[in-house]
């Protein structure tokens, strides 16, 4: 039972706050994999990356730039997966080298003594492993590359 939007906030950011930042073009790369009781969530992305400080910030509390509030995403998606989960997001990055943000989920989740099949064995048959990268060669263009 993957919570909706919790995909979406992740390849914004990598492309807001990572590619864009960066001159020239980037990629972000989008990849599910299927573990023994869990699947995973990463997204990648070959941007401008952030200090460890900068990442322990982002889950920890909210950071101002100005007048704009930033990072609200991020902090919504990890507050929904520890409620629902217990575990949050992970985030590794360090300056000059992107980032990489991946969260886990179960495939079977027991919610008041009822199991839910949060993925059912057809879909994991179709999709053991789903992997799309993204070039983005400018601005306002994008490349799969499959």
Same mark, same amino acid.
């Given at each position: !039972? *993957?919570?909706?939007?919790?995909? @979406? ?40 990356? !952030?200090? @460890?400080? #900068?990442?322990? @910030? *982002? +889950?920890?509390?909210?950071?101002? $730039?100005?007048?704009? %509030? ?10 929904? +997966? ?10 590794? $990055?360090?300056?000059? %080298? ?8 179960? #495939? ?5 003594? #009822?199991?839910?099949?949060? +993925?059912? $064995? ?5 999709? *053991? ?13 994008? @490349?799969? *590359? +499959?």
């Amino acid at each position: !039972m *993957l919570p909706p939007l919790s995909i @979406q906030p992740l390849v914004e950011n990598a492309v807001n706050h990572g590619i864009i930042q960066v001159a020239g073009s980037g990629t972000v790369t989008i990849q599910i994999n299927e573990h023994l009781s869990n699947i995973e969530i990463v997204v990648k992305d070959d941007g401008r990356g !952030m200090s @460890q400080e #900068k990442t322990e @910030q *982002l +889950l920890n509390k909210e950071i101002k $730039s100005g007048n704009e %509030r930033t990072s609200v995403g991020l902090k919504n998606v990890d507050s929904r +997966l520890k409620q629902l989960y217990g575990e949050g997001l992970i985030i590794q $990055s360090s300056p000059n %080298r992107g980032a990489t943000v991946s969260f886990l989920f179960p #495939k079977r989740l027991t919610i008041n003594g #009822k199991v839910h099949i949060c +993925l059912s $064995s057809s879909w994991a048959d179709v999709y *053991l492993i789903f992997y799309i990268t993204i070039k983005f060669v400018s601005l306002f263009s994008f @490349q799969p *590359l +499959l």
